[in-house]
């Protein structure tokens, strides 16, 4: 892995290294959906993860390739919940400590999950970007070492891993539809796609409530975005403004970003449960969402990555009720 990009050759090591580690997830035919549209739509149900979100994938593959001194001094990372379960679940299993910096705009489901798995948390500001510059003065004072949520190449090849599925249970997809958030999900799928099979699309969507890569892409540059209450909630957060690797992967593989709207986002997560019969929480709908707003054309067989369930089951019952407003 370069300081520039991620290989199909990193990600296929990824999975080689992960293996036994993750739970290989299924990818199933949406018999509602592929009437809707015309075509097959299957769903890669990765929100049934071992730590309810694909982050597992991607923070297994860090610690396995971290030197025995950086496991020694225990690992730390800024989370909007589900990579900071992640990290905390695969810290557990290797004996590491971990510390988890999060925001006071992470819902608390979460957070107790993480405490549950062990981890010391520290609950800090309003942002991302708050919770990072906690977690840059304990790498500073206290040694940790730092597994980045998104902008790190083991991370980045660990979720690719996704992709590679994808393309081995449905070899003959047009589209792959992918949540998009600080890109590493977004970008390790593309990577994987791309190294396999270039003719296929890779399709990112986001909410429209602060979608920082977008509005980066946007601006041919990193820029920071106000970060603000979504649906979406595993979605938010800024992308860095030394972005090294995700922004200029998306930019160079991914063939377009699509915006939902919180109601669409609601609707996604109602199709999940009414029709799919699967939980989710609202990052893990957006592809949903945005083939049931008519915002991604399909043209052949697709495949829509649902990321994650770690959805606070209040809300959810609201959501399905028809009990929640935006």
């Known amino acids: 892995m370069t300081n520039s990009t991620v290989t199909l050759s990193d990600i296929q090591a990824a999975r080689e290294r992960i293996a036994g580690k993750i739970v290989r997830t299924p990818t199933v035919l949406s018999p509602n959906l592929s009437e809707r549209l015309g075509v097959p739509v299957h769903l890669k149900l990765e929100h049934r993860q071992t730590t309810g979100s694909f982050k597992l994938r991607g923070a297994s593959n860090a610690i396995a390739s971290l030197a025995a001194d950086e496991k020694r001094r225990g690992v730390v990372a800024a989370s909007t919940g589900n990579h900071g379960r992640a990290l905390a679940h695969a810290a557990r299993l290797e004996g590491l400590r971990a510390v988890i910096c999060m ?14 798995l062990g981890a010391d948390i520290r609950i800090v500001g309003k942002s991302q970007d ?22 790190h190449a ?18 003959d997809a047009a589209t792959v539809v992918t949540p998009v958030s600080g890109g590493g999900l977004a970008a390790g799928v593309a990577a994987a796609i791309n190294g396999l099979k270039p003719t296929m699309k890779v399709i990112g969507v986001s909410m429209e409530r602060g979608a920082a890569m977008q509005a980066s892409l946007a601006a041919g540059k990193p820029v920071l ?17 030394e972005n090294r690797l995700t922004f200029s992967m998306i930019r160079d593989l991914l063939d377009g970003i699509v915006l939902v709207s919180e109601e669409e986002i609601a609707a996604g997560i109602v199709h999940a449960y009414a029709e799919e019969r699967e939980i989710v929480e609202g990052a893990g709908a957006v592809g949903i969402a945005a083939l049931l707003a008519g915002k991604i ?8 990555l649902m990321s994650g369930r770690n959805i606070d089951m209040a809300l959810h019952r609201k959501i399905i009720c028809g009990e929640w407003a935006a």
Do not use: C, H, W, Y
Not at 106 to 116: D, F, L, T
Not at 159 to 171: F, N, R, S
Not at 298 to 303: C, H, I, K, Q, Y
């Open 225 to 241: 975005v106000d970060e603000m209450p979504t649906l979406a909630d595993s979605l938010g957060g800024g992308i860095g403004l």
């Open 130 to 151: 708050d919770a990072q510059e906690e977690v840059d003065r304990l790498v500073a004072e206290e040694g940790l070492t730092m597994v980045p949520p998104f902008d």
């Open 154 to 171: 083991a991370v980045i090849a660990g979720q690719g891993t996704v992709g590679l599925e994808m393309l081995d249970d449905v070899p």
């Open 103 to 116: 925001s006071r705009l992470v819902p608390e489901n979460k957070v107790s999950e993480i405490r549950r």
């Open 297 to 304: 054309v399909a043209e052949g067989p697709v495949v829509i």
